[in-house]
Every structure is written in structure tokens, then in C-alpha cells.
């Protein structure tokens, strides 16, 4: 059975609603859902008639009472009859919740639903067997989810029902139930026809599912990869790497999961995805805050050596085995970036003088390349004990970050949050030129493109070298990693640049 994405229609006009029943079905909607609870005035029955006959694509007509999470107040011998002209004028299906008492619905096949707005029900199974006993041709769960693993219980329910199911998690951590659901065959998924226009909480539009999660080329062979962040909302990974996979050829889906910040949090997350190895996971992206916490749950011998050295992981990959192994891809990816700008090999950094603003998460890989290339480094950081603590680890130097103004080096680089949002147009330099000795300026950030520094670097007449190049370094070395095969670089590079340039 193929999966439909189905675009709910909730406009209180119903005449708008009919246009986006067109419309719908012009973009590739495989059904449309007509919330006739949203239409004001409630509608007569001849208008449903209307609304329903000679539709251009499948209908589900909906009419969801309040105790549901619907609109509809009224009386509930008015709400069936609104259903009923519905199924006779030829609607392809018609959504009765759980609690209507069982009856034929003459011309339409009946979707037997249950929504829980709260939270995610502990008895899903039991919940899916009575929805196989009911009635209904199709079942269909909707609940909120707490925690991105919810989404995994909503999939599997897809895989237990012997009906037809749709199963899906609300809110934003529930999204992967969205888009994977092709993958178990579900009945189909929600896809509002635009932003603002969405039925449910988390519901993505049906351009995101098409076009950036690739909902067409999902299949029960679709291997399944993500990245954890908290928040991961506005991460750019998953337009490259799905977008590598369409150009590569590789069939798989790539999501975003946010997992809250404490490691016991993220533990949890991990133990989730490995005790479902029918989800075919592979390969996992982790950023802010979790990259320590990866390293954590992996143990040192899962990991790549140098990651190990660094404290930090970005790359998570699981074999069909449910194997594991940990890498940190932005240690290499910063040193190429740079050194190609420069048009050296990592080892012509042998001796040069490098100032690195910042001892985070990223200064620290940056800071470990250095060492291993020896370079004579000199961290500056607000924090100073930060920075001694780090250049103690790795034979740097450490100084206040003011102190910078007068910094003696040949390549700057900087790893503060200082030119991104919400620091836009802030300069870690401050009101300071860039000193004449500094030939070169890597700014890791890449979002905005130009920011203040790379801005004061070319003014300056140094070689600027913005993040972009690292960002697209470090997910192409993730791609290679998980699918042994070459990136498709150019692609994932124009990916996140048309991104940032939106
Ligand atoms: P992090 O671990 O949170 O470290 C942030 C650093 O910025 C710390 O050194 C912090 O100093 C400093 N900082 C923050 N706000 C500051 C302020 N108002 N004044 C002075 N210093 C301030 O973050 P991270 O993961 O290392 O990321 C750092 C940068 O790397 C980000 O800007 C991000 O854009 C960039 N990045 C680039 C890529 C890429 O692929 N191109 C990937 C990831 C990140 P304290 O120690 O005093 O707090």
C-alpha cells in the first residue's frame, strides 16, 4: 500500500476550502482531510454535498467534537449527520472516533481515530488492538509527544496494527513519526498545504515533506539518520544530508531529533534507538550539547582516537549490528578548510603563530589539530581559566580576550559565539583592527555568511576564510563515514548557502 500525505484543509470558508482542495491536489496532496469542524457556520448538509462531490482527489471528511481536540461544539446527532451527507456525496472515507458507537456508514470507508493532546499513552499496543477491533477499515493514533523516542512508539504501532494505521506523534518531538511513517507502510501522514496552515502541533507542510525530507523516495528499505541537538529546530544538516543522499543516490532519510541537554537524557535517546534495530538507524550527527555526552555513552574504545584525544564526538555510526563507533568530524574539517585557503598541507602549520579566540567545543577540536600540527598557539578567552585549563591539555599559551588587541600571530581564528546571532555584527576583536601580522582569519561561524570579523579581515587585505567550508567538511566527512562513498560536496555546499542566503 502506498503511504498518502494528506493535506488537512482548515479554512472556515467553504468555498476557500474547496480552492484548496484544487490546489491540494495540483502540489501532489495523495488525500485531502476536510476539517468540517473548522468551517464557520457550521455548514448545512447540502454545501458538504457540494464541498464533497466530484472531488479531484481522496477525501477524508472530519468533524472533530471539542472532547477530541476539535472545533465542533454542537449537538452530536448534527456532527454524524454532517458526516453521513459526507459519505453518501461520495467522501472516500469518513474519521469516527474511538467512543461513536459502531454503525455503517454507506459510500466511505470509516477511519476509527483516537487523539491524546496531553501526552503520549502508556498502553499504545493495547490501544492499537482495540482499533484493529473496532469497526473501522483504518486505525488512526494521534498523541503528544513527550520525548523525541515517542516517535518510535507511534512506528511501531504502524508495524503491530493489521489494519491500515496511521500513527503519529504531535509537537516538535514527534516530527521523525511524520516523516518515517512511509517506511512501515502507514496508512499516511498530515501535511499542511503551507506554514500557518497546519491542523496539529509539529505537523510539517507538505513542501518540507516532498522536497526537503524526500517523501517519495522513502521505502521499507530506507535507512534512517538524524541529528541530536537541543534545540535542533533551525539545523541546517538535514537539507545537506538529505540532499546528498537524492544526488549520491543513497537511500536514506535524515531527520532532526531534539534530545534535552542532560546526559541521562541523551542515554535514554541511545538506548531507545538500539533497542529498535527494525528502525535501521546508522548514522547520527550530534551537536550542542551533546557532543561530550556522545563521547559519554560510546566509551573511548568505540571512538576514533583523535575524538577520544578531543573529548567530543559529532558522528555516531551504528552497524546492522548494532555496532558502534564515535568520530569528530570538525577536526579535520577546520584544518582542511584552513590550510586549503592557504593552499598548505596541515603540516606547513608547523611552527606558525596562531591565535584562537574562544575555548568551547569547537576551539578545543580546532586547538587539538593545532598541537597535532604543532603550531604555537595562544588561546584568548572571556573565561581565562577555560582557556588555561585547555592550553595546559594541548602546550598553548592562554590569555584574556581583551588582551587580543594586541595579539602576535600569523592565522586568527575564531571559535566564540561573538558575530552570530544574537551577537550579529559584533567583532570578538571589538572596536580593534586586525594587528598587520595577521596574514590569515578563519571564522569558524557561518551563519550570517559575512560576518563582522570576515568583513574587518578583508579590509585589513587578509585572507578571510569564512566557517561555510567546515560546516560543509565536517557533514561531508559524515556522509563518507556512513555510506562509503564519495559527498557530493558542491551539492551540499550550494544546499547551505542558498540556506544562508534566504
Ligand atoms: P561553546 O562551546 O558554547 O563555546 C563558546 C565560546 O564563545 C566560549 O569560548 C565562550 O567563552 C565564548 N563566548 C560566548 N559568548 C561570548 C561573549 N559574549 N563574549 C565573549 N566570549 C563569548 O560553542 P562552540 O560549539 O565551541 O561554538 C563556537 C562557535 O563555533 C560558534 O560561533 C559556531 O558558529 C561555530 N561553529 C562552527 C561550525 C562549523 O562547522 N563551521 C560548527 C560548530 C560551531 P566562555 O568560555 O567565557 O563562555
Not at 561573538?418 to 567583532?427: C, D, F, L, R, Y
Request: with cysteine; aromatic share 6%; glycine share 8%.
Amino acid at each position: 500500500m502506498t503511504s498518502r500525505l494528506i493535506c488537512p484543509l482548515i479554512s472556515s470558508d467553504i468555498d476557500a476550502m474547496r480552492r484548496e482542495m484544487a490546489l491540494a491536489a495540483k502540489v501532489g496532496a495523495g488525500a485531502v482531510e476536510c476539517r468540517l469542524d473548522y468551517l464557520q457556520p457550521v455548514p448545512a448538509a447540502d454545501e458538504v454535498v457540494r464541498l464533497v462531490s466530484d472531488a479531484p482527489v481522496e477525501v477524508i471528511a472530519t468533524c472533530r467534537p471539542a472532547r477530541e481536540g476539535g472545533n465542533f461544539q454542537g449537538d452530536e446527532a448534527d456532527r454524524l449527520a454532517l458526516l453521513a451527507a459526507a459519505a453518501e456525496a461520495g467522501a472516500d472515507f469518513v474519521d469516527i472516533e474511538l467512543d461513536v458507537p459502531h454503525k455503517d456508514w454507506p459510500g466511505a470507508a470509516v477511519i476509527v481515530s483516537q487523539h491524546n493532546f496531553e501526552t503520549c499513552p502508556e498502553n499504545l499496543h493495547d490501544l492499537g488492538q482495540q482499533l484493529d477491533g473496532a469497526g473501522g477499515t483504518i486505525n488512526k493514533i494521534a498523541f503528544m509527544a513527550d520525548r523525541p523516542e515517542d516517535s518510535f512508539d507511534a512506528l511501531e504501532v504502524i508495524g503491530i496494527c493489521k489494519k491500515p494505521t496511521i500513527a503519529l506523534a504531535m509537537g516538535e518531538a514527534g516530527l521523525a513519526s511524520r516523516i518515517v511513517a512511509r517506511k512501515f507502510g502507514a496508512f499516511g501522514t498530515f501535511a499542511a498545504l503551507r506554514g500557518g496552515a497546519e491542523s496539529a502541533p509539529g505537523q510539517p507542510t507538505l513542501d518540507e515533506l516532498k522536497g526537503l525530507y524526500r517523501w517519495d523516495a522513502i521505502d521499507s528499505k530506507t535507512l534512517l539518520f538524524g541529528v541530536i541537538g537541543w534545540p535542533v529546530g533551525h539545523s541546517m544538516s538535514p537539507a545537506i544530508h538529505n540532499a546528498a543522499f537524492a544526488a549520491a543516490g543513497v537511500n536514506g532519510v535524515y531527520v532532526p531529533l531534539g534530545v534535552p541537554p542532560k546526559a541521562e537524557e541523551f542515554n535514554s535517546f541511545m538506548d531507545a534507538i538500539l533497542d529498535r534495530p527494525w528502525l535501521d538507524c546508522r548514522g547520527l550527527s550530534v551537536t550542542i550539547p551533546h557532543k561530550e555526552n556522545a563521547l559519554g555513552y560510546l566509551g573511548k574504545n568505540n571512538c576514533d582516537p583523535a575524538a577520544a584525544r578531543i573529548g567530543a564526538i559529532n558522528t555516531i555510526t551504528i552497524g546492522p549490528e548494532g555496532t558502534l563507533r564515535g568520530d569528530n568530524t570538525d577536526y579535520a574539517a577546520a584544518i582542511d578548510a584552513l590550510c586549503r585557503a592557504m593552499d598548505i598541507a596541515p603540516k606547513g602549520l608547523a611552527h606558525k603563530a596562531v591565535a584562537v579566540l574562544g575555548a568551547g567545543g569547537v576551539s578545543r577540536a580546532i586547538v587539538a589539530a593545532l598541537s597535532h600540527y604543532r603550531a604555537e598557539t595562544t588561546i584568548y578567552n572571556r573565561t581565562v581559566s577555560r582557556a588555561e585549563a585547555l592550553a595546559k591539555e594541548f602546550s598553548a599559551k592562554a590569555r584574556p580576550l581583551e588582551a587580543a588587541d594586541e595579539l602576535e600571530a600569523e592565522i586568527l581564528i575564531n571559535c566564540t559565539s561573538i558575530g552570530m546571532h544574537p551577537h550579529k555584527g559584533a567583532s570578538p576583536l571589538g572596536a580593534s583592527e586586525i594587528p598587520p601580522c595577521v596574514k590569515v582569519v578563519f571564522d569558524t561561524i557561518y551563519n550570517p555568511l559575512e560576518t563582522e570579523l570576515i568583513s574587518q579581515a578583508r579590509a585589513a587585505g587578509a585572507l578571510a576564510v569564512s566557517g561555510v567550508e567546515m560546516f560543509v567538511n565536517q557533514a561531508a566527512s559524515q556522509f563518507e563515514i556512513w555510506c562509503e562513498t564519495p559527498a557530493p560536496r558542491d551539492v551540499m555546499r550550494e544546499v547551505l548557502v542558498g540556506k544562508l542566503q534566504q
